[in-house]
Nanobody, 126 residues
Framework: QAHLEESGGGSAHGGGSLRLSCAAS???????MAWFRQAPGSEREFVAA????????YYADSVKGRFTISRENEKNTVYLQMNSLKPEDTAVYYC????????????????????WGQGTQVTVSS
């Protein structure tokens, strides 16, 4: 049974930084992974994705240049370093696993991801 657990959320002032972690367990293989976020009253939106080998990443335009996704496969952990935070980054952040082993491209749509964590709250004040 796959299990994802996010940590590292919290509060920050605008311009500050936070680092999220996502520890995965129960996975048979190494998969593409991603971070999504959902603000109150909004749909879940793509933030960043990383390939199973860690060599390819993709970002939403809204976070490009400010957020960095990385992974340590030996620790089954994915990270999201968030710098220059803005109030509009306030949301619940979720990590997710794309278990389609034949998919080469990184997907930005939630339906491509089958395993999800419980989410961690990030709140940025102005």
């Amino acid at each position: 049974q796959a299990h994802l657990e996010e940590s590292g959320g919290g509060s920050a002032h605008g311009g500050g930084s936070l680092r999220l972690s996502c520890a995965a367990s129960g996975l048979m293989f190494t998969y593409h992974m991603a971070w999504f976020r959902q603000a109150p009253g909004s749909e879940r939106e793509f933030v960043a994705a990383i390939a199973r080998n860690g060599l390819t990443t993709y970002y939403a335009d809204s976070v490009k240049g400010r957020f960095t996704i990385s992974r340590e496969n030996e620790k089954n952990t994915v990270y999201l370093q968030m710098n220059s935070l803005k109030p509009e980054d306030t949301a619940v952040y979720y990590c997710a696993v794309d278990n389609a082993v034949t998919r080469e491209v990184l997907s930005t749509t939630p339906r491509s991801y089958v395993y999800w964590g419980q989410g961690t709250q990030v709140t940025v004040s102005s």
